[in-house]
């Protein structure tokens, strides 16, 4: 059974930082993209960076880029994500994802993502 379980959101005073998690278990991950999401209350939900297990190439959304940082333990199946300078906009459930069928760059799209974490919500915090 495919799991990805995400923690290490909470809530954080603007400007403070986080690391988020994703274990993943049930499956060979070594050829996935990897990647992170976010939906705010009433807004779609929107990727955020992605990156993958067999390489370091990462991609960012304009919106995070600079203040997030995707990387990933392959001893651990884990993927993280930093979250440094927080803004209160960044308030939303966090998501981790999982793309097996992307050989060729890296999918910014939900859809193009098979496997999905639970969520963890990350509040910020004037």
């Known amino acids: 059974q495919v799991q990805l379980v995400e923690s290490g959101g909470g809530l954080v005073q603007a400007g403070g930082s986080l690391r988020l998690s994703c274990a993943a278990s049930?499956?060979?991950?070594?050829?996935?993209?990897m990647g992170w999401f976010r939906r705010a209350p009433g807004k779609e939900r929107e990727f955020l960076a992605a990156?993958?297990?067999?390489?370091?190439?990462?991609y960012y959304a304009d919106s995070v880029k600079g203040r997030f940082t995707i990387s990933r333990d392959n001893a651990k199946n884990t993927v993280y994500l930093q979250m440094n300078s927080l803004k209160l906009e960044d308030t939303a459930v966090y998501y981790c994802?999982?793309?097996?069928?992307?050989?060729?760059?890296?999918?910014?799209?939900?859809?193009?993502?098979?496997?999905w974490g639970q969520g963890t919500q990350v509040t910020v915090s004037s």
């Open positions: 994802a999982a793309d097996p069928r992307t050989t060729i760059g890296i999918a910014t799209i939900p859809r193009s993502y098979d496997y």
């Open positions: 049930g499956r060979t991950f070594s050829s996935d993209v």
């Open positions: 990156i993958r297990w067999s390489a370091s190439s990462t």
